[in-house]
């Protein structure tokens, strides 16, 4: 008798090697390379918004630990030009142990992402990717430029968009948040119905709720929760992501009113970002007098496949044998 499993193989572009993708001018970042990164340092195409406005730019620092440090979870590879009339092209992803995604930080120099370049080095990329354990590679990207045509060339699909909008001035408020507090380990369940009553499901495929706690700040309205805002604090700015449900009365406003007092501001700009499915959102921001950045597309590459495997196995005989004195039996009678 048999049996379907799942198994898990790396979906490359056409046919892939068992010792990897098909054999290329591509490697890991070394010591050697410094001075070619120091020369793109102002030539860089960033693909995480949030890292990049939250941390800043660490493509610097994140290639040294990718050599120093390759258990960080940072890798950065080189498609080295000393053969062609090209000059390098360098690459880097982010992925932490045991999450499903993986995320491009930055490809460079601007001046050459031709498809035709861009392709090898990413599929790279992917591949180290996908061995470390991931299962998808995201990507943040201005539309018409450059790396976004590149990238599609790269068979990465569009799964979502998203605008991310700067705050920097301060407003008081005129009243104080009473509704909204800090997200607790009892709250995760009502976050995850709300994540899922509100994210479409082409993204949910892509960007699964996350099994970790949540952290951010909830609002609940007669006992129901509303609103969830992410935070992501980091020491150039605030990432503000939020999920807010379109029936809630006032929340719009208790939102701006979230966001004038966010806790451990300081002096860091605020960074909204409002994907597509909470566009209705953006009239309410800009109200608070932030400025709207350019739209970007969400990218996401698959890096593996699903395959059914066959498994044979022999079941016990399930006719013919005797019951164990043991066995209970059952008896119905009509009363």
Not at 16 to 40: A, N, Q
Not at 132 to 160: H, M, Q, W
Request: charged share 20%; aromatic share 8%.
């Amino acid at each position: 008798m048999t049996t379907g499993y799942t198994s898990i193989s790396w979906s490359g572009r056409g046919k892939t090697e068992p010792g990897g993708p098909k054999k290329m001018s591509v490697r890991l970042f070394d010591c050697r390379d410094l001075p070619t990164l120091y020369r793109y340092r102002r030539k860089m195409v960033y693909l995480d918004s949030a890292l990049l406005l939250t941390q800043g730019p660490l493509a610097f620092p994140g290639a040294i630990m990718s050599f120093l440090a390759p258990a960080m979870g940072v890798v950065t590879c080189v498609k080295d030009g000393k053969r062609s009339q090209h000059p390098p092209l360098l690459g880097q992803f982010i992925h932490l142990n045991g999450s499903p995604l993986s995320h491009l930080t930055f490809i460079s120099p601007t001046e050459t992402l031709e498809p035709e370049r861009v392709c090898p080095l990413v599929e790279h990329l992917m591949f180290v990717s996908g061995e470390r354990g991931a299962l998808r590679l995201l990507a943040d990207v201005e539309d018409g430029t450059p790396a976004f045509e590149s990238l599609r060339k790269c068979s990465f699909v569009i799964y979502n968009r998203q605008r991310i909008w700067q705050l920097t001035t301060r407003r008081a408020g005129n009243s104080a948040i009473q509704n909204w507090r800090a997200v607790n380990s009892r709250d995760s369940l009502h976050v995850r119905n709300l994540y899922d009553s509100l994210v479409p499901g082409l993204v949910q495929q892509i960007e699964p709720f996350t099994s970790q706690k949540p952290r951010g700040m909830v609002y609940y309205q007669n006992g129901e929760l509303l609103a969830y805002v992410e935070l992501k604090y980091g020491r150039r700015g605030i990432w503000v992501q939020p999920f807010i449900h379109p029936d809630a009365q006032d929340v719009p406003h208790h939102f701006t009113e979230m966001i004038k007092k966010l806790p451990g501001r300081r002096n860091r700009p605020i960074y909204i970002c409002i994907r597509s499915y909470q566009s209705w959102l953006e009239p309410a921001i800009e109200e608070l007098g932030a400025e709207a950045g350019a739209r970007q597309a969400v990218m996401a590459r698959q890096l593996v496949v699903q395959q059914k495997a066959v498994r044979q196995f022999a079941l016990p005989a399930l006719e013919g044998g005797q019951p164990e004195i043991t066995a209970p039996i059952a008896r119905l009678e009509r009363q």
